[in-house]
């Protein structure tokens, strides 16, 4: 069964500061991996999302690389701001056929980036 | 454009109750997801629709726990004989197309159940 690892489960920095958000994955033979954004009371966001033969994507301050056969992900998310408080998840998709929409989530690293 | 709504934002059931969990998807999304997600927890799948079909139903945890989708927009999740562990955010996604696994899929702002 595939499970999904966040780490840290909290961070908290100071803004403008880079950080990184690591996900880790326990079966390589992954469709897909995304990285969400879920704000208190609100539904999930999707973030940025890289296909197992793609390294990483980049959306503005936001970088995220993907090695599957190692089975990891990192989120570099570039001179932070109070807005980009939330919690941020990583959720994989196994390449099974005809499911590869399901998604399976890591707990997810709450952020809180400081004024 | 409206987003995925769902309703209500927040349910207090009694341990035994039925409850009764509606999800309006993005107009013209053929493809709707459905999670549950404990305190503390990621999103857990439940099951998924191809317009009116449910194609997926491997995570719902029990017979208690039926969802539909009879004219293949409005979703609605039903709890029977509600437990103290079905106590949860219920979160809807959908998607435009079919769900091959690279499509966005857009979430709803959940419901919060609570069984008492």
């Known amino acids: 069964k595939q499970e999904v690892t966040q780490i840290p489960a909290a961070l908290s920095v100071p803004e403008g500061e880079n950080l990184v958000l690591n996900c880790s994955f326990t079966d390589s033979a992954i469709y897909n991996l995304q990285w969400f954004r879920q704000d208190p009371g609100k539904g999930l966001t999707s973030l940025l999302l890289i296909q197992s033969s793609q390294r990483e994507q980049t959306s503005g301050r936001l970088n995220a690389s993907l090695d599957k056969s190692s089975g990891r992900s990192t989120l570099y998310i570039a001179a932070s701001q109070p807005g980009d408080s939330a919690t941020y998840l990583c959720?994989?998709?196994?390449?099974?056929?005809?499911?590869?929409?399901?998604?399976?989530f890591g707990k997810g690293t709450l952020l809180t980036v400081n004024p | 454009g409206a987003g995925v709504s769902q309703s209500p934002r927040y349910k207090v059931a009694k341990r035994g109750q039925d409850v009764a969990l509606r999800c309006d998807p993005i107009s013209g999304h053929v493809s709707l997801f459905w999670y549950q997600q404990a305190l503390g927890q990621g999103p857990e799948f439940l099951t998924y629709?191809?317009?009116?079909?449910?194609?997926?139903k491997s995570g719902l945890p029990s017979d208690r726990f039926f969802a539909e989708r009879p004219e293949g927009s409005v979703s609605t999740l039903k709890i029977q004989r509600t437990q103290q562990e079905d106590s949860a955010v219920y979160l809807c996604?959908?998607?435009?197309?079919?769900?091959?696994?690279?499509?966005?899929?857009?979430f709803g702002p959940g419901t919060r159940l609570l069984v008492l």
């Open positions: 996604a959908s998607s435009l197309r079919l769900a091959r696994g690279l499509e966005t899929q857009y």
């Open positions: 959720a994989v998709s196994l390449n099974s056929g005809g499911s590869n929409y399901k998604l399976t």
């Open positions: 629709f191809q317009n009116e079909a449910q194609l997926d």
